[in-house]
């Protein structure tokens, strides 16, 4: 759906623009289909953020701050992953890795449609270009966190 409501909207003229408006159709297009796997595996919005912070890959902080969640309803959700035998403590159980692996290979799945149109030079040279503007990104401190 949220690549829908962007794919409708017009093409920049601007390049920038363009290039903006390119990047976001396809982060839209990757995650409806990783809203599709985690809808799938039973995992809603806030089990999915939980088990995210389980990986150590994000900070759980940031996530509980950036996304307001209630805290009743947050220990909520924990408790009830880890009656699924998917957390122990605060850590994924082998389970939850395995689920959380499975739904990131379903996502990735999903998302290859995007590029099928790319061959495999062109497919390089996007990633190339991509580690530029995310090392760019990293470099200027714009994914810090801080409370």
Same mark, same amino acid.
């Given at each position: 759906?949220?690549?829908?409501?962007?794919?409708?909207?017009?093409?920049?003229?601007?390049?920038?623009?363009?290039?903006?408006?390119?990047?976001?159709?396809?982060?839209?297009?990757r995650?409806?289909?990783?809203?599709?796997?985690?809808?799938?595996?039973?995992?809603?919005?806030?089990?999915?953020?939980?088990?995210?912070?389980?990986?150590?890959?994000?900070?759980?902080?940031?996530?509980?701050?950036?996304?307001?969640?209630?805290?009743?309803?947050?220990a909520? %959700?924990?408790e009830?992953?880890?009656?699924?035998?998917?957390?122990?403590?605060?850590?994924?159980?082998?389970?939850?890795?395995?689920?959380?692996?499975?739904?990131?290979?379903?996502?990735?799945?999903?998302?290859?449609?995007a590029?099928?149109?790319?061959?495999?030079?062109?497919?390089?040279?996007?990633?190339?270009?991509?580690?530029?503007?995310?090392? %760019?990104?990293?470099?200027?401190?714009?994914?810090?966190?801080?409370?």
């Amino acid at each position: 759906p949220l690549f829908a409501a962007h794919a409708a909207l017009p093409w920049p003229d601007d390049p920038l623009l363009e290039l903006w408006h390119a990047q976001t159709l396809l982060r839209e297009f990757r995650g409806d289909g990783h809203v599709a796997a985690l809808t799938a595996e039973g995992i809603g919005g806030l089990d999915a953020l939980i088990l995210h912070g389980a990986t150590g890959q994000m900070p759980t902080v940031f996530l509980k701050v950036s996304r307001g969640w209630p805290e009743e309803e947050w220990a909520a %959700a924990e408790e009830a992953l880890r009656g699924r035998g998917l957390l122990d403590g605060d850590e994924l159980t082998e389970e939850g890795g395995a689920l959380r692996q499975r739904i990131e290979d379903r996502t990735d799945e999903l998302a290859l449609p995007a590029y099928a149109a790319l061959s495999d030079d062109e497919l390089a040279r996007l990633a190339e270009l991509a580690r530029i503007f995310g090392r %760019a990104v990293v470099d200027a401190g714009l994914l810090t966190f801080s409370l």
